[in-house]
């Protein structure tokens, strides 16, 4: 497993911008594909974007596609997600997701190791 611990939330205005990141520990980091999901009040946990292990492929949700950008440094064991244009839908908790595998993938189901998260808010 990996060991996952998110930064960068807090309250931002609507148009506003944020950059969530997500630094891993443990030696399988660089072969690991990377998520980020969120969760807001009510409603179930959902993918935001995923990215491969090399970074050469990602993967967005149709609601921030165009908004938000998911990038990693392996040799800084961090992923990032930077939001841009944010809205006040985007409001909930972000959490960082790692799976074993290198291929990236949407599913909550298919990741192993999980952030605590980071609040993200989004005011009007």
């Known amino acids: 497993q990996v060991l996952l611990v998110e930064s960068g939330g807090g309250l931002v205005q609507a148009g506003g911008s944020l950059r969530l990141s997500c630094a891993g520990s443990?030696?399988?980091?660089?072969?690991?594909?990377m998520g980020w999901f969120r969760q807001a009040p009510g409603k179930e946990r959902e993918f935001v974007a995923a990215?491969?292990?090399?970074?050469?492929?990602?993967y967005y949700a149709d609601s921030v596609k165009g908004r938000f950008t998911i990038s990693r440094d392996n040799a800084k064991n961090t992923v990032y997600l930077q939001m841009n244009s944010l809205k006040p839908e985007d409001t909930a908790v972000y959490y960082c997701?790692?799976?074993?595998?290198?291929?990236?993938?949407?599913?909550?189901?298919?990741?192993?190791?999980w952030g605590q998260g980071t609040q993200v808010t989004v005011s009007s």
């Open positions: 997701a790692a799976r074993t595998i290198p291929a990236a993938t949407y599913g909550v189901e298919a990741y192993d190791s």
């Open positions: 443990g030696r399988t980091f660089s072969s690991s594909a």
């Open positions: 990215i491969n292990w090399s970074g050469g492929t990602t």
